[in-house]
């Protein structure tokens, strides 16, 4: 075993750095927001949707026909089935519109922060999420996606604050902790990191992605044996994912299994062929000449 981890250390840790990075601050974590049900008011009645595609013909001042869009209506439901669809900029429309409407409702301003984050404008999504909580401040789902929002953009600080404050007042909140390591992650602060992802997983034993994301924070600190077993659940919980194969392969082969790493790249690829750091990892990892292997640990 020895001289298999030697072997291990001459081929993979130049090109570590590289493969590292696949999935480590990833936003896939984050891609299921579903969207709240039934929030909005019952004695309220939904405004009439209109087609945002649809345009208006009108005369201007010079008598020219010019082409006026038309003000975007909906009802919540409407709003939500749009982003349940994916159709973010259409949610957004919608949502702005309703929170045009009943500007009381926190939820409103939230869907419509949710909807542009999604939809990638990151300054009308906080100004969404902070409208939202400045009508009800223990308004965690506001407080935990406005911390997407900064960590988008590298402003972990503000992002540790809000987290820190949504952890007060939801502390049984796997989505807090999972955030709380990658924030710590980003800022090299790894003891902290691993706690809060440690903490995520108490609280939710079927966590993968912070099983994952923990599992690669351990790899980053050459404790590959640890990461292990982590990944290994994550991959059990997920299969799905091709990046929890692939990054599963980078933990056996830095532990000298070649065979075995092999074997996870080569699912990683079955999930999605066209995954281009589970190619060159198998193909690194097969110009290794294997010999014996130690068996895989138990996951816990």
């Not at 038309?70 to 749009?82: H, I, L, Q, R």
Request: charged letters at 25%; aromatic letters at 8%; a negative charge.
């Amino acid at each position: 075993m020895k001289r298999s981890r030697q072997v291990t250390a001459a081929l993979v840790i130049a090109v570590f750095g590289a493969a590292f990075g696949v999935a480590a601050c990833s936003k896939s974590d984050d891609a299921k927001q579903a969207p709240p049900k039934s929030l909005e008011p019952a004695q309220e009645k939904p405004a009439a949707s209109t087609p945002t595609s649809v345009t208006v013909q009108a005369i201007d001042g010079e008598g020219f026909v010019a082409n006026v869009p038309p003000k975007v209506t909906g009802s919540f439901a409407d709003g939500e089935a749009a982003y349940r669809a994916k159709k973010y900029a259409d949610a957004a429309a919608i949502f702005e519109s309703y929170t045009e409407q009943r500007p009381g409702n926190a939820w409103g301003h939230y869907m419509l922060g949710l909807s542009e984050w999604k939809h990638g404008d990151l300054t009308k999504s906080e100004q969404a999420f902070e409208k939202a909580l400045s009508i009800d401040p223990r308004h965690v789902k506001s407080l935990v996606n406005l911390s997407r929002v900064f960590i988008d953009q590298k402003r972990f600080d503000e992002a540790v604050d809000r987290l820190t404050r949504a952890s007060e007042i939801e502390p049984e909140s796997t989505d807090v902790y999972r955030l709380l390591g990658r924030t710590y992650h980003a800022r090299h602060q790894t003891d902290e990191a691993v706690d809060a992802y440690r903490r995520a997983i108490e609280l939710d034993e079927r966590d993968a992605w912070s099983m994952n994301n923990l599992g690669l924070l351990l790899l980053e600190a050459k404790r590959a044996d640890e990461a292990l077993p982590l990944l290994a659940s994550a991959v059990e919980l997920r299969k799905d994912v091709p990046e929890f194969h692939n990054n599963l392969g980078m933990a056996l082969e830095h532990t000298g299994r070649f065979t075995a790493a092999a074997t996870a790249y080569n699912d990683a690829l079955t999930v999605d062929p066209n995954y281009g750091k589970a190619r060159q990892n198998l193909a690194r990892v097969e110009a290794v000449k294997r010999g014996p292997e130690e068996p895989l640990p138990a996951i816990k």
